[in-house]
Structures are given as C-alpha cells and as structure tokens.
C-alpha cells in the first residue's frame, strides 16, 4: 500500500542536492537577452519614442516597439479554451501596448548581446506620453465622465452577475420581523502579490519550423495555444517545456511573457532570446490578488436564527482583463456555500477595470476574500445579539448534503461539523472565550475562528480534462507521463503513488518527470483549482488499470493462465486465487520486449474528462495578544483543521496546510501592495513588501478529519488552496473578541488598528 503513507517526495534529493533543473539552468547557446521598457504612467497614450542613445548602447541587437507588433488580440488566462465564442476568455492584450492602463504596461523591449546592454538600452530610452488621470479604485473608473480605460467597455465594468435565493426580497426579509437585529457592513481585502521564489522566466527559439518556448509556467499546453494565438503561429508549430518551477501559487497561471518572448525570437531569424523579469518587475508587471470591496446585509433574530443576507462585490481588475469576471463571481459563489439564510439571499459581483497592477489568479481564486467578508460578518452578528460566535456557526452552518443550487456542486462527503470540534479542542475555545473575557488593559488576547468551504476544480463552471501515460520499461518499472505540472506542491510524489497502488508496483519502481513537453507530454490544462490530486489523479487511475490489464494480459500468455487467473501484486505476477507469486514483472518485461515469437511493448495512455466536483471544507482557530497602544497583534496558537477527504500522503498534506497558514498570515497582518496617487507602486520590492519571515511565524498546527469523498479517484479531494483562505478572517475575529474593536478591512496593520483603537477610546489621543 503507498496511498495513505507519507513516503519521501520523489523530487527531494534533486531539489536539496542543487541538480535539479529550472528553467535558467537549461539555457541554449549564444542566447541574446531581451528587457522590457515598461511604462512611467499608470493610464494614457505613447506618442514617441527617442531611441538613439539606445541603439548606440554596444551590444543591442534591435529595439521593438509598441508601434512594430500586430495589432492581434489574446487573452491571457489559463483556462480551458472554449469552442463557443461566448464563453473564451477575454482578448484585450497586445504584445506591447500603445495606449498605457497602468504604471509598468509593456512599451517597448530591447534585445542585446547580454543582461548589461540590454539594461543600459532600456534605462536611455526616452517615451513621449498624452497622460490621462489615472483611475485607482472601482469608484473612480465608475464614476460619471470617467475615461474609458478600454473603448469595449464603456463604464469599465468589465463583467457583472448576481443571484437571489429565498422567496422573497433583502429588504422584505429584513421587514417581515419587528425585532431582528441588522446590520449594514463594508469589507475591503487588499491587493498582494504573490511572492514565488522564481520570477517568470522563459527562453524562446525557433528551428526547423519548430518555435520552442522553455518556460517557467503553471500551464504548458494553454501557454502553447495562447502564444500561438498571440503570434499567428499554428498551435501545432509550438512547443513548449517546463522543467521544475519556483513556485507559482496562480501568477504563472497565466501566460505572462510567453508570447512576446517568443515574437522577439521570430523577428530576429529564430535566435535564442531570454526574457527574463526583475523581482520589482514581478511585482508591478504580472498579477496581483484582486481588492474586493463587500458591502454587506445581515438580519438575524436574537435566538442566532440567520434570517437574510445580502453581499454587493466590487473587484479592482486593474488594467486588463486577465482571469476576467471569474474571480469576483467565485467570490460570491463562496459567500452562499457556508450558511442557510432561512428567508432570503441576494449577491451581485462587479469586476471593474482600473489603473492599478493586473489581478490574475492567486492561491483561492476569490474565496479568500469572500471568507473575510463572510466571516466577519458571521462574528459581528454573533456579537450583536450576544451569543458565542462557534454556536452561531453550529446553529447556521451548512450541512451534509448541501447541494450548490447553481452549479449542483455537493457535499458527497462532510467532516465540517467534526473539524470545528477538533479545532474547538485544540484551541481550547471555551475557557480562552471565557478567560479573555472583559479585559481591560493595554495588552489584550483574544481567540477567533472562520470556516472555508472550497470546491474541487472548476467542473461544470468549465472544462475538466487531463491524460495520463505509462510505458513499461525492461526492467518491469514504469515511466509516467503527466501533462499536469509539479509547481512544488508535490504532485509527482502523489501521481507516483497511485500509480504504484493502482497496478501492483513498488514505488521504487514508478519513473515520474517533472518536466512537461508539450510535443511529448499528453494533454493536462494544468496546475490550477486544487484539481490535480482530484482530476489529473482520476487519469492516473484509469490509465494505471488499463496498464495493469495488458500486463497481465502479456503475463496470461507467458505462463499460458487465464488472465482472470492471475494478479500483480509487490512486482509480482501472482495467483489470484492464493496469492501465490508466479513470475516477476521485469521477467515478463524482458519477455515482451524480446520474445521472437510475440514482442509487445506495453503501453497505455487514457483520458479521463471529470464530471463530478464535491466540496472540501475546513476552519482556522486562533489565539492572538494585541498591544494596543503600538497596534500590533502577535499571533500565540494558530490550527487548521481540513476536511480534504483521503489523505494520500499525510506529511506532504501537513506541509501544504502549513504553507497556506503562512500566506493566510501575511494576507491577515502585513502584506498589501500600495498605490500613490499617480498609480506608482510604492513598496514593489521585497524590502518595502512586508513578508512574515520565519520569525514572524508562530508554530502552524495542521490537523485533519479523513472522510473519503466516493467522487475522489482514491477518495481524496481539494487541499492544495484551502489552507490559505480562513487565516485572515479568523485572526481579525480573534482581535475583535480581544479588542471589541471590528477591524473591516485587511491587512490588520499598526497603523490602522492603532487608528481604530483611538477612535474606539481605548487609546487617548
């Protein structure tokens, strides 16, 4: 058995020892280097460039600008794409852009002999611009007589949608009872960015007809057809590679550089070109986590009855459209999936294009901003009619078989209930809310919780589709060929794993590369949605007992059994009847690679489209002591308790959880990227950019309630995402009973919460 055992990750030693390869590791010979110029305004017009000083620098090769490529449109994000045109993505990117929609847009990119020229080049360039007012927030861009930041949408409102549920009204919900208690909230969550160790990276050439495109990427077959898109080029004529990666966390899920890198090299005869991003660049130039503002309803009765909500989403998109509406309609598709509203639920989403940074997909695709809302209002109505805010969550919370009345998602299988009590436990909830009771003082503790629910993949809201390979090789091992891509969270490791169950092998005896090759590796949309383990996984199952039959079909032949008769067990073929081991799997391997009389090279390769999803669930406790006076919150005790169904590997499994508590840490308390007035970054680096370090961090408990999903290929289901998304809101709950202070917006920062405690009186101006 390898499901269920946390055996080493099958990328350790590599990674450790320094041979692993990434994509700056395999750069061809005689590569030229290109840089981008990025733009100095946040929103207006190039008119001219002066590029004679550029030119003149010793080694530039050529300088492209905005005024030399195809006016051809794509889309950027990486989704499935779609046959019907009114589900594709939004196509509102060019190469390089003439008309400016926010500080660092791409211009112009000069392509030298080395990294020094091609600096000193981009540096003497001189740009020409008609600014216009830049626009920072949705309030801004929608107000009347504002400019229109892309001529196709008209009141910058990129997308809207909305549902009610209920047999009647908000606002006749919230007459119907004398006595209910409402509350009229705003939540604000902030942009971040997300802060991989690699920075987007690819080298691009073409040879033989072929244009090759190495990449640091989440998603090699949609960067293939988005840079064929974006080029004119065949999809057919690209190829594109992805060794082992730096971390993405949903930046490199969409295709950044890819198809500028590759059009450099086109120009310029197929020559090698680098592109390669600064990490300030990283910062301004690639995605963000969208800011959300939630204005927010709730009526409730004074017996903790939740009788009617209402939630209006704002997302700040920034200047293109990238993963779109889907962000902002996930988030209020999250806001509905935690709690029964007995009377009536209303949400609506606006996506709003700005003149701030890009927002793309980040670890939760929405949910974690909607959890912040959701779950801090699920406290303030607690606290408005005086009962416990865990009781609260009992007495309203969802149930086992929750069906999402929309896209029919359910809860097949249900531990939200049991982890709330295990993290109850844990953090010792009732005598801490008892204990913290009543303070007063200007050191103060506090403990809160929130509740995620979290979908796995996107099936049916889009396409779920993955493919899996295996070949045997003479020695009875197998290689595995995944189109799903290894980003660091450990999907080789699990892939192998089930391979290794699944036909009867040794896991020493499963071969698994990380790297994808577009011209080889079978189809997978990629690392995205906490899918992989859930979708890919399925492909990996059907591919593995397709497998397994033909090699007992080849064993039945060699030993002249029936192949009902025989089974693999442990590298063996074996009677199926006692067990019995008859004859090895790398004797038969031998056989069917040589045999004069039937040589047969083993093969399978499947396809498995998933039409299922179910949900994972889970909760965040947290124990924190705040100094008021200098507005700092500590966090003391930190758990997360996650209902992801079976845990293939419960150690990789606990170290996911662990890095996600360590974003939902900085998200909660100290990261947000800010604007001046001009839409210029001000803290893009990683000195100004507050990051929790490792001394930041208190000690992160991972617990888990295994409830094996039927849906699930080995009854597992979503994790990689959900250990980010209830952090933020349980630490702000955790100030609020502290404090008695509600802090709506995030990060939870000195200088607003000592702000905030002024104007409460608990700090004398």
């Not at 299988?413 to 204990?435: N, P, T």
């Amino acid at each position: 058995m390898t499901i269920g055992r946390s055996v080493p990750r099958v990328d350790a030693r590599d990674k450790a020892a320094g041979t692993a390869k990434y994509t700056s590791d395999l750069e061809p010979r005689s590569y030229l280097v290109a840089k981008v110029v990025h733009s100095t305004i946040a929103f207006g017009e190039v008119k001219a460039f002066h590029l004679e000083e550029a030119l003149a620098v010793p080694g530039v090769v050529k300088i492209f600008t905005c005024f030399d490529v195809p006016q051809t449109l794509y889309p950027t994000p990486g989704h499935p794409w779609s046959v019907e045109e009114a589900h594709q993505d939004v196509a509102d990117r060019l190469l390089l852009e003439r008309r400016v929609r926010f500080y660092g847009d791409d211009i112009a990119a000069v392509v030298a002999e080395d990294d020094v020229a091609a600096a000193r080049a981009a540096r003497l360039i001189r740009v020409d611009y008609e600014p216009f007012q830049p626009y920072l927030t949705p309030e801004q861009t929608t107000a009347p007589g504002a400019k229109p930041i892309h001529a196709e949408k008209p009141d910058n409102i990129l997308a809207r949608s909305g549902f009610h549920l209920g047999e009647m009204s908000y606002e006749e919900a919230e007459a119907s009872e004398p006595d209910l208690v409402v509350l009229h909230k705003t939540y604000q969550t902030q942009p971040v960015q997300h802060c991989h160790l690699e920075p987007p990276v690819s080298f691009a050439w073409q040879e033989d007809g072929k244009l090759t495109v190495v990449s640091s990427t989440q998603i090699p077959h949609i960067v293939r057809r988005v840079v064929g898109q974006a080029t004119g080029l065949p999809w057919g004529s690209i190829r594109v590679i992805k060794p082992y990666i730096g971390g993405g966390f949903g930046n490199k899920q969409d295709v950044l550089y890819e198809p500028l890198n590759a059009w450099l090299s086109l120009q310029l005869g197929g020559r090698p070109v680098k592109l390669e991003l600064s990490r300030e660049e990283t910062f301004t130039c690639t995605r963000l986590r969208h800011a959300i503002g939630f204005h927010v309803d709730g009526a409730v009765r004074r017996d903790g009855t939740l009788v009617a909500r209402r939630c209006e989403a704002w997302s700040n998109q920034g200047g293109y459209a990238s993963h779109g509406h889907a962000i902002a309609a996930n988030a209020i598709n999250g806001f509905k999936q935690l709690y029964r509203d007995e009377k009536a639920l209303e949400c609506s989403a606006y996506t709003v294009y700005t003149n701030i940074g890009v927002g793309g997909a980040m670890r939760g695709y929405g949910i974690p901003q909607s959890c912040f809302a959701t779950e801090a209002l699920t406290d303030d109505l607690a606290l408005a009619i005086g009962m416990d805010p865990l009781e609260f969550r009992r007495k309203n919370g969802i149930q086992a078989g929750y069906e999402d009345p929309h896209t029919h998602i359910r809860f097949v299988s249900y531990g939200l209930a049991a982890a709330v009590q295990k993290g109850r436990e844990m953090i010792h909830w009732d005598a801490l809310r008892e204990r913290y009771r009543d303070q007063t003082g200007p050191i103060r503790r506090g403990v809160g919780m929130a509740m995620f629910c979290y979908k796995t993949g996107v099936y049916p809201i889009s396409l779920e589709t993955a493919s899996c390979r295996m070949v045997l090789h003479q020695d009875g091992s197998v290689q595995v060929q995944m189109g799903a891509t290894e980003i660091g969270q450990g999907a080789d490791t699990v892939f192998s794993q089930m391979a290794a169950e699944t036909i009867g092998l040794s896991l020493e005896k499963v071969h698994i590369s990380t790297v994808q090759d577009t011209d080889i590796t079978p189809f997978d949309t990629g690392a995205y949605a906490s899918r992989q383990s859930y979708v890919s996984g399925m492909a990996v199952k059907k591919t593995a007992l397709a497998f397994k039959a033909r090699i007992l079909d080849y064993a039945a032949y060699v030993l002249g059994r029936s192949v009902e008769e025989l089974d693999l067990r442990d590298d063996q073929i074996v009677d199926a009847a006692d067990g019995a081991p008859l004859r090895s799997v790398a004797d038969v391997a031998v056989e069917a690679f040589y045999s004069l009389d039937r040589s047969e090279h083993i093969t399978a390769e499947e396809t498995s489209q998933c039409k299922v999803n179910t949900f994972a669930s889970g909760c965040c406790f947290a124990e924190v002591e705040v100094d008021i006076p200098l507005g700092k919150v500590k966090v003391l005790h930190i758990v997360n308790v996650h209902d992801s169904g079976t845990l293939l590997n419960p150690k990789l499994a606990e170290a996911q959880v662990h890095g996600g508590m360590s974003m939902g840490l900085g998200y909660a308390l100290s990261e947000e990227l800010r604007y001046d007035d001009k839409g210029r970054p001000l803290n893009g680096d990683l000195l100004d950019y507050k990051l929790p370090t490792a001394l930041d961090t208190p000690e992160l408990q991972a617990a888990f309630v295994e409830v094996p999903d039927p849906t699930g290929p080995y009854g597992n289901k979503a994790l990689g995402e959900p250990p980010a998304i209830p952090g933020a809101p349980a630490i702000r709950n955790a100030v609020l009973h502290a404090t008695g202070v509600a802090i709506d917006s995030l990060p939870l920062d000195p200088q607003k919460l000592v702000a905030a405690f002024t104007a409460a009186g608990l700090i004398d101006d």
